[in-house]
């Protein structure tokens, strides 16, 4: 077995400096964490290649993390604006982002964003492969190793592979309302029934395990029969993928290379508990990798919402990585202020969940707030906040609109303006009146 990537080193009894920091960060036991990535139920993307990481880990046993989904298309965006996306999610707290171009320039943007980043980066490598040929059903075998070990080589430290949709799965497909809505997925799909041969990224999984061996590049296991509406839930083609996925963890982790699981999808509230355990069941724990799930079909404009109910109530139930949802979901490709408001929104999705589950000092955060609250120190209010900006966006326009309406107000003799706020004022504000018992 190589000694280069992190479940290898961990196996061979190493706390690797990545494992030690990750320990530090989360505050668990370094011996614990070593042996949770040497059985594959925690994963830390580290390409060895990509010089300005910051590891984090990803595992049911840790703090819930989220990715952010940025990237071009053939239609809007360049490098600019996506090196703006990926500074807004690491502002506002993503823990991955992943590069989803599919228009022009894709290594430049790629090269950049891992130069930029010292979050993990993943990619979905079939997307920079369909940009190098004139049809999907041009795709081959070589293109698609080429392409994994070039971005290897720069220092992608994930990648999604939708190796596990068979060419049985197909008809299943067919009988589902929305069919296939995984881009990768489809592409793939098609392929297959086209060249009337297996899925290529299944039948060389051997050969992608030994460049992600070389270079410590986890595998996200991609869900291309994942549901996209409620109809489509919980359906055959959705678990008969799933359990290949389980099949092809297991080879992973043999091959010494770390593996994760992406997840469904779309998935009604009283469905996501069981989607999780089964996940846990098929695929030996390996760290689920959940979109959402988005709860509800008809919130268009609003599934950074309907998604981040369901990603909550799934991190709760074992998801260990939510990607994040924004506004634009369904409707175009997301700018700098979607971004922010999908990671905010999933920000909060997580931090529910790891407070829900009591996580070390989860909770912390929430109660110096509700101290500041106590105190009116807004100051103090905004630094804890999850988007202080816009805390303090929020707060400045209620104190301007009620200038407005009474410029010349002055509050009770020895109180400031400070201590209450706009919506009850002085004299209905619960926490002033409450001090005075």
């Given at each position: ?51 300005a990481l910051d ?203 770390q593996a994760m ?49 369901g990603a909550a ?125």
């Amino acid at each position: 077995m190589n000694k280069v990537t992190q479940i290898a080193r961990a196996r061979n009894g190493e706390i690797t400096p990545q494992i030690a920091a990750v320990a530090k960060k989360e505050m668990v036991d370094p011996e614990k964490l070593r042996i949770a990535v040497a059985e594959g139920r925690v994963v830390i993307p580290a390409n060895v290649n990509h010089e300005a990481l910051d590891p984090i880990g990803i595992g049911r046993m840790l703090k819930t993390k989220i990715n952010a989904n940025i990237g071009n298309s053939s239609l809007s965006s360049c490098p600019q604006q996506e090196l703006d996306k990926l500074k807004t999610a690491l502002r506002y707290g993503a823990d991955t982002v992943m590069d989803l171009s599919t228009g022009a320039n894709i290594t430049n943007i790629r090269q950049t964003i891992i130069g930029n980043s010292p979050a993990p980066i993943g990619t979905v490598p079939v997307y920079e492969c369909l940009a190098r040929v004139d049809s999907a059903n041009d795709l081959t075998p070589e293109l698609i190793l080429q392409v994994i070990r070039e971005q290897a080589e720069e220092g992608v430290d994930y990648i999604t592979i939708h190796s596990g949709l068979l060419r049985e799965h197909v008809p299943m497909a067919k009988k589902r309302k929305l069919r296939i809505v995984s881009r990768g997925g489809s592409i793939i799909a098609k392929w297959t029934q086209v060249h009337q041969k297996e899925n290529p990224f299944f039948s060389h999984f051997d050969q992608i395990l030994e460049i992600c061996a070389e270079h410590d590049v986890t595998l996200s296991l991609g869900d291309g029969m994942r549901p996209g509406c409620l109809a489509d839930a919980s359906d055959e083609a959705q678990f008969a993928e799933l359990k290949v996925l389980g099949d092809l963890v297991r080879r992973a982790r043999a091959a010494g290379v770390q593996a994760m699981v992406e997840g469904p999808g779309h998935i009604p509230l009283h469905e996501i508990e069981m989607n999780m355990k089964r996940e846990q069941e098929l695929c030996d724990d390996a760290p689920f990798y959940i979109l959402g799930p988005v709860v509800i079909d008809c919130a268009p404009g609003y599934d950074h919402i309907t998604s981040a109910i369901g990603a909550a109530l799934g991190a709760y139930h074992g998801a260990a990585m939510l990607c994040y949802v924004t506004p634009k979901e369904h409707l175009g490709l997301p700018n700098a202020e979607d971004v922010r408001n999908g990671v905010i929104a999933y920000k909060i999705a997580a931090h529910a969940a790891d407070v829900g589950m009591q996580r070390p000092e989860a909770r912390k955060r929430d109660d110096l707030i509700s101290e500041a609250r106590a105190d009116f120190d807004w100051e103090k209010q905004f630094e804890l906040a999850l988007d202080p900006d816009r805390a303090r966006q929020l707060r400045q326009e209620a104190i301007d609109e009620k200038n407005m309406d009474d410029p010349g107000w002055e509050p009770p003799e020895g109180e400031g303006k400070d201590h209450y706020c706009t919506m009850c004022g002085p004299d209905f504000c619960s926490m002033r009146i409450s001090k005075e018992l």
